[in-house]
């Protein structure tokens, strides 16, 4: 047991470990958010999207913003938002997953971690690698689609009419009518970015047995050999140390290393 808590110290293996603290704590705080601007609100709105299906922030006045162009948030289809679904809203059952795809990467996380051997540590490591790469961009391809289909299914009842299909970015800027909205990373999109690097990280360092404490002595003898290099040169200059110059003077029986 001693030697497996032991191995957990590898950077190789900690890392996947705190990967996985972070991709859980990314389900408590929104992933994805997106801040409007209106003539009406001149403080402007933001609504938050959780990897579940609830929103955070202003997204009933958005959602009343919205009804004048009909477009309207999705429809989780089996479980109930804690928003009102709209009739014309698009379906996005896939939105209840959310949670399983933050869980499974962490849990392959500690699996990996705690691989017996070199060569299962490092197979695990691509192939986690591998899983989280494919079902991230999954992930986004997947709401970027959805906002095209909200985009481009206006309600026909609307208020305004003659308002031009759109696709809403999911990173990035866009108008419609008067109202201009600009969306990017929440919070938990951040960490699930950490996360990530993380992962990529523990890979590169997949053949190497660097443990937390070498890794934080060799960024202090660093720091400290920065600071010297940086200093006027004294610690060059210096010339041998006490014990260099006592090994000197008996090395050979003589004061020949003195001058």
């Known amino acids: 047991m001693t030697a497996s808590l032991d191995r957990l110290t590898e950077l190789r293996r900690a890392l996947p470990v705190t990967a996985a603290a972070t991709f859980v704590v990314a389900l408590l705080v929104p992933v994805w958010k997106i801040a409007f601007e209106a003539p009406q609100y001149p403080d402007g709105l933001l609504v938050e999207l959780y990897a579940y299906p609830r929103l955070g922030g202003d997204y009933a006045e958005v959602q009343a913003l919205n009804h004048y162009v009909g477009f309207y948030y999705p429809d989780p289809v089996f479980v109930d938002p804690n928003y009102a679904v709209h009739p014309d809203a698009i379906a996005a059952p896939e939105w209840i997953l ?95 970015g950490a996360g990530f690097l993380l992962l990529v990280v523990a890979f590169l360092l997949r053949d190497s047995r660097v443990t937390i404490g070498e890794a934080a002595g060799a960024v202090r003898d660093r720091l400290s050999g920065s600071r010297d290099e940086d200093g006027d040169g004294d610690a060059e200059e210096i010339g041998p140390t006490v014990e260099e110059a006592v090994e000197t003077r008996t090395g050979d029986g003589s004061d020949a290393g003195v001058h």
């Not at 990996?112 to 192939?127: C, H, I, N, Q, S």
């Not at 866009?174 to 699930?192: K, Q, T």
């Open 98 to 192: 959310g949670p399983v795809v933050f869980l499974a990467v962490a849990a392959a996380g500690v699996f990996v971690a705690l691989a017996p051997t070199d060569r299962k540590l490092r197979l695990g490591l691509l192939g986690q690698l591998i899983g989280a790469t494919v079902a991230f961009v999954g992930t986004f391809a997947i709401v970027q689609y959805r906002l095209y289909q909200a985009g481009h299914a206006l309600g026909e009842d609307a208020p305004v009419v003659g308002v031009e299909e759109f696709t809403p970015p999911l990173l990035g800027g866009y108008e419609i009518a008067n109202i201009s909205g600009v969306a990017w990373f929440g919070p938990g999109g951040y960490l699930a």
